[in-house]
């Protein structure tokens, strides 16, 4: 229910996902001096290299392929702050046991708990008792990578990443309307 890489979740393309942004912003920056000096920066776009160095600090994606620790990864299927890619390009650099559950729980317009809170409960407490008791429970021998479905109710479960498909979207008209003024 978080980030690998904050800057491409909360500013894709180098604009800021301005909600977002401000919502968080709001929480942590009478905590955080660093955060106030930069807020109207985050909100507004502006001196993205500063954002863009404080945030990059602050996020593992760089540094995941270096890991070799066990690591079992939680994902909100819709998460309206940090998105599946969050999880998706994370789990790809991991370089040793890794597992993925992509489920339904996260921040809005998802819950926490989810529908779904006893399995991802069970597999974190098998994950754990595997890799730190050394319970020989098979969870290294299951598939890595697990997917619910909408209800969080029935679940597949993959060998690796699916592959993802594009769809191409075509808009029908061939004319384009001005709505405002004209130069």
Known sequence: ??????????????V????????????????????????NDALNSTNMGAIKALVDARSALGSLSSIKTPVYMFQGRVDYAFDVTQA??????????????????????STFPG??????????????DHFLKGAPNGIEQTPPVTIAAATGAKRASYAGLPKTKTIPVGFRGTTATRTGARL
């Not at 690998?4 to 180098?14: E, V």
Request: aromatic letters at 14%.
């Open 1 to 14: 229910e978080t980030w690998t890489d904050l800057y491409s979740a909360l500013w894709p393309q180098n």
């Open 16 to 39: 800021a996902r301005k909600g977002v942004v401000a919502g968080f912003a709001s929480v942590v920056i009478q905590r955080s001096p660093l955060i106030a000096q930069y807020q």
């Open 88 to 109: 998706v390009n994370g789990f790809a650099r991991l370089a040793g046991p890794k597992h993925l559950y992509v489920g339904q729980f996260g921040h809005p317009p």
């Open 115 to 128: 529908p779904d809170i006893d399995y991802v409960t069970s597999q974190g407490v098998a994950w754990f």
